[in-house]
């Protein structure tokens, strides 16, 4: 049996995953990387399993959104809406993945990996992993990639390749994950444990969306697109893997902004991740036993 994590991207709402992986390794009492085969992780998710996969315990994964968050998401008045230009610079984003990642690169890897973005030099998906034959990024780089989020952040360059977030092509990575699974081990059997970062209330109501604008589509189209492929994915992994298939996803009881680091944001965030590890404590408590028994 090979286990498998798949984590969403959210911006800052990834610290509900985290959260409730820190009480997974807490539960199991080992780290991720000794729990699964494969982690997979799109944007914050990219992040998250490049951080998880160079052997960072998830309880240490939560500074990222409490230190590190504030630093990264910095609203400068004349960006805020992102109109001329990302809403942040990449340089405090860079910064942060340089020192928590250093030098690791895909095959320091503790586990195998798989985190997509994709490339509009080519309007192609990538799918970063380390497996055989796959070239050998920085693990900050790959992270980069996957949470270049348009009108957020700059794209990101590497290798003649224009990076956006791999959430314009598979939000929920799981599907990508069993995928290159399949490809890597075979008939073998799967386990998959795949975490959200939410479902957030709508801003805009559907009828606006009937006879839309230029603006009001585009703002609309992103986030209807990430939470469509996010669950198209999630159907195809309740077909393919049945019962083998664990998936957290709250719902959210209040809007959380991907971008919102204020001191404010940051204390909804945690109740909200704290509500969803007490929430799902049974699914988490059946996963584990279901690792025992494989």
Request: hydrophobic share 40%.
């Amino acid at each position: 049996m090979k286990r498998i994590l798949c984590i969403d991207g959210g911006g800052m709402r990834g610290l509900i995953p985290a959260v409730v992986l820190a009480e997974l390794e807490r539960k199991a009492k080992k780290p991720c990387h000794e729990i699964f085969d494969l982690i997979s992780g799109t944007s914050i998710g990219g992040i998250l399993a490049a951080l998880l996969s160079s052997g960072v315990p998830a309880s240490e994964t939560i500074q990222f959104f409490t230190e590190d968050g504030p630093r990264i998401f910095h609203r400068r008045l004349w960006r805020s809406f992102g109109w001329l230009a990302p809403r942040y610079p990449a340089g405090p984003l860079e910064a942060v993945l340089k020192k928590k990642l250093g030098g690791a690169r895909l095959s320091n890897c503790k586990t195998k990996i798989v985190v997509p973005a994709l490339n509009v030099a080519t309007q192609a998906p990538v799918f970063f992993n380390n497996f055989e034959g796959s070239p050998d990024y920085f693990l900050w780089q790959i992270a980069r990639g996957s949470s270049a989020a348009q009108t957020y952040f700059p794209a990101f360059r590497l290798d003649g390749m224009i990076l956006w977030d791999g959430g314009n092509e598979a939000n929920n990575p799981s599907a990508c994950a069993a995928a290159d699974a399949f490809r890597q081990w075979g008939d073998e059997p799967l386990q998959m444990l795949s975490l959200g970062c939410g479902e957030s209330l709508a801003k805009i109501t559907p009828k606006k969306l009937i006879n839309p604008g230029l603006i009001r589509a585009g703002l609309a189209s992103v986030a209807l697109l990430f939470e469509a492929s996010s669950n198209d994915a999630d159907y195809q992994m309740k077909q393919s893997l049945g019962a083998n298939y664990f998936r957290i996803q709250p719902g959210l009881k209040t809007p959380l902004s991907l971008d919102d680091a204020s001191p404010q944001g940051i204390i909804r965030l945690r109740e909200a991740a704290q509500n969803c590890a007490r929430e799902y404590d049974g699914d988490i408590d059946r996963f584990l036993r279901g690792l025992s028994l494989a």
